[in-house]
């Protein structure tokens, strides 16, 4: 069956701009190659790969688990069942911690519960002379973040195994950043899409969700230099909760920033020291 065939036939069972990308990576091909050669034939191998791929598809596991990368900021990633898919919504977060960076700073920068390392990542390539750790409880998680340190080539990282600040007892920094797990244990949402195949753990947090951005709060504190910023992503409904939790923890300067859909999406506060 030619390209042209199968595409036909595949976007009939799941997202078409998803049936090219399974079918291009299946070919390891471009996918504009796709269209300039809809008459192609595939060999056995990569045939049964796309196949296999698109049933998967069809169950609903995610296309980023099936290829094993996802696009983050300017790179493309790995990524696994151990790991949160990096969104779009988080590159907002990152925004927000480049501003309060300065470019040439020899900053200390901490990045809680890292998973594929997407956030470390992103203010580590951009902030070269910032020295950036990332943390995650989970080796697994920890291993695909390295991978993906030592394939973009970035030496200004290190990796610490714990949870939350565990790993940094007694070490400050000029800026904590966090994309915790914040969804309600009883949300259905868990049940449904590519949701269904992420770690539990990385998307969950107790009846109000909001149990890792309290312990994060509490002990922000004494991690944070004077003046130095913590920025949490969170859901769109929970920038008031968020910013009390700020608030009770000490930190000034407390807002909510929303994402380019207009939603609250990270809110941050300053430690006075």
Do not use: C
């Amino acid at each position: 069956m030619a390209v042209g065939e199968l595409l036909k036939r595949a976007r009939g069972r799941v997202d078409p701009a998803e049936a090219e990308l399974l079918l291009a990576a299946a070919l390891q091909r471009p996918r504009a190659w796709l269209f300039a050669h809809d008459d192609h034939v595939p060999d056995g191998a990569a045939l049964a790969r796309f196949q296999d791929w698109l049933a998967r598809r069809e169950a609903g596991e995610p296309v980023a688990y099936l290829l094993g990368r996802r696009g983050f900021w300017r790179f493309d990633l790995q990524v696994g069942p151990a790991t949160l898919i990096p969104r779009p919504e988080t590159e907002r977060l990152v925004e927000l911690a480049l501003d309060r960076l300065p470019a040439q700073a020899e900053a200390r920068v901490a990045d809680l519960g890292t998973g594929s390392g997407a956030i470390a990542l992103a203010l580590a390539a951009e902030r070269p002379r910032a020295q950036v750790l990332a943390v995650d409880f989970s080796a697994d998680a920890l291993a695909v973040a390295r991978a993906n340190a030592d394939e973009l080539r970035l030496r200004n990282l290190e990796f610490r195994l714990g949870d939350w600040f565990a790993p940094l007892q007694g070490e400050r920094f000029d800026l904590i950043a966090s994309n915790p797990p914040y969804i309600e244990a009883a949300d259905p949402h868990l049940r449904q899409g590519d949701l269904r195949f992420e770690p539990l753990t990385a998307l969950a947090s107790g009846a109000d969700g909001l149990d890792a951005i309290r312990t994060i709060a509490v002990q922000a504190p004494a991690h944070l230099r004077p003046g130095g910023w913590l920025l949490i992503e969170h859901g769109w409904d929970q920038g008031p909760a968020v910013r009390a939790l700020l608030l009770a923890a000490g930190l000034a300067e407390v807002a909510t920033e929303q994402d380019w859909e207009q939603r609250d999406r990270v809110s941050l506060g300053r430690w006075p020291g």
